[in-house]
């Protein structure tokens, strides 16, 4: 049995973290269900100082250590996504009984996932969702973009219900989803995040989950993508799959629809195969509502990349300096270096340590010619592995930071080359998160 937003009046409430979902879902609450109340606030570390102004004057705020036995008592308890739900403390609560949500997990179980799609994937979600939501409006429907990028999934209770949503899901939120969205677009799948699900083959099944849930009527795979060419779902899920000549699919023509050329090469919007894929992925969603944007590439005027994912931010002295910071995954790095074909590059690469394998990127590097930077944590290990894939030395060189790696790649580019900041690491180790790495890039590149 679904626990929908609008069932929690009179609730007592529990919420672990203040972030955007739960300040989102504190706002919804206050206005639409002013007989429930969040009783109690955990937190990892030192509240936000206005956490009483978010969540209430009497909001009774506890530790982690505190959390299992203050939140007992609640009727449900809403969970920021960054809160693992292997964490002992969210076990103690299941076992007594204690239902534990997110609030996008409530909203769609509000909407039991009708005129939904839900995309996930290890890479490409957000880009795909951007892209989904900007043709369906081109197409001329009424249509929000949710979830980890647009508003928080609960601010969609005051949009017309009959339009549509494009959700970015991410395999924190899928853990514990009760019901899925209508149509479910699956990007990619590899190694991530094992820091939150514990194994590679929890991630993985916890991000599969999204095509079992009840509501999903369509799945759209990446066919190109092996470990989803055979990823279960529901029995009554149908399979739209894009990536192959039956489907979206790219081709070196361009984009395709059947064997018919939709989109030519010269018209795409964005960089890379990867992203190529995507659009082909929004469009392949998009035909589960009969939405088909024609001419495509009218339909996509106006459409801009998103921050920080292989963003030109500058070309000066014939170098261009592009910032892919999301690339956090060592696949996602390979499919920037295959965006610039016939480029000299200089990679900027490292961050935090998730135990990485860079021996498939060290070797593209090798490949390719490329030099690499290596910043910390990881910055050393990519050099180490690039230096042993056949990187020279002077072209794998590492820098104690930031500001020291634009030097030496600044020094190391040559006319038409290109300066890439694609990590392969996450940010958390030196800075907020990979918005605030790229953003500490670009005024390095004296980007006005």
């Known amino acids: 049995m679904y626990v929908r937003f609008s069932e929690l009046d009179g609730a007592t409430v529990g919420v672990w973290g203040a972030g955007r979902e739960i300040r989102s879902f504190a706002g919804q609450l206050a206005r639409r269900l002013p007989a429930a109340r969040i009783a109690v606030a955990a937190f990892d570390g030192a509240p936000p100082s206005d956490v009483h102004e978010a969540l209430g004057t009497a909001v009774r705020v506890v530790t982690a250590a505190e959390a299992a036995a203050a939140l007992r008592d609640c009727d449900v308890v809403v969970r920021s996504p960054g809160v693992s739900v292997h964490r002992p403390e969210l076990r103690r609560l299941r076992e007594a009984g204690v239902p534990l949500r997110t609030a996008t997990g409530l909203w769609l179980a509000e909407r039991e996932g009708r005129g939904v799609i839900g995309v996930t994937g290890t890479k490409g979600k957000s880009t795909t969702a951007a892209l989904a939501c900007h043709l369906a409006r081109a197409a001329g429907r009424d249509a929000h973009l949710a979830g980890n990028i647009g508003v928080p999934a609960l601010d969609l209770l005051d949009a017309d219900p009959g339009a549509l949503a494009v959700v970015e899901l991410s395999s924190y939120q899928i853990a514990d989803l009760e019901a899925g969205p209508e149509v479910a677009v699956v990007t990619s799948l590899f190694r991530e995040h094992l820091d939150w699900h514990g194994t590679e083959e929890v991630y993985r099944a916890e991000k599969l989950r999204i095509l079992g849930l009840p509501g999903v009527r369509v799945a759209v795979l990446n066919a190109r993508s092996e470990p989803l060419a055979q990823a279960p779902r529901g029995a009554r899920v149908a399979l739209a799959a894009y990536g192959v000549p039956g489907g979206w699919d790219l081709t070196p023509r361009g984009i395709e629809l059947r064997g018919e050329l939709a989109l030519a090469s010269a018209e795409l919007p964005l960089p890379g195969e990867h992203n190529a894929l995507n659009l082909c992925g929004a469009l392949t969603a998009l035909e589960a509502y009969d939405l088909a944007p024609k001419p495509l590439a009218e339909a996509l005027r106006g459409f801009r990349p998103l921050p920080h994912r292989l963003e030109a931010i500058a070309e000066?002295?014939?170098?261009?300096?592009?910032?892919?910071?999301?690339?956090?995954?060592?696949?996602?790095?390979?499919?920037?270096?295959?965006?610039?074909?016939?480029?000299?590059?200089?990679?900027?690469?490292?961050?935090?340590?998730?135990?990485?394998?860079?021996?498939?990127?060290?070797?593209?590097?090798?490949?390719?010619?490329?030099?690499?930077?290596?910043?910390?944590?990881?910055?050393?290990?990519?050099?180490?592995?690039?230096?042993?894939?056949?990187?020279?030395?002077?072209?794998?060189?590492?820098?104690?930071?930031?500001?020291?790696?634009?030097?030496?790649?600044?020094?190391?580019?040559?006319?038409?080359?290109?300066?890439?900041?694609s990590p392969a690491a996450p940010s958390y180790d030196h800075f907020r998160d990979f918005e605030d790495r790229g953003e500490r890039f670009r005024a390095l590149a004296d980007v006005d």
């Open 316 to 421: 000066r002295d014939g170098i261009l300096w592009v910032d892919d910071s999301i690339s956090t995954t060592p696949e996602s790095t390979l499919a920037a270096l295959a965006s610039f074909p016939g480029r000299e590059i200089v990679l900027i690469g490292g961050g935090q340590d998730r135990g990485q394998d860079y021996a498939g990127l060290a070797g593209e590097l090798a490949r390719r010619g490329a030099m690499l930077v290596g910043v910390p944590s990881t910055g050393s290990r990519l050099v180490a592995a690039a230096r042993a894939a056949g990187v020279p030395p002077a072209h794998a060189i590492e820098a104690t930071g930031m500001e020291s790696a634009v030097a030496v790649a600044r020094d190391l580019g040559a006319s038409g080359a290109v300066i890439l900041l």
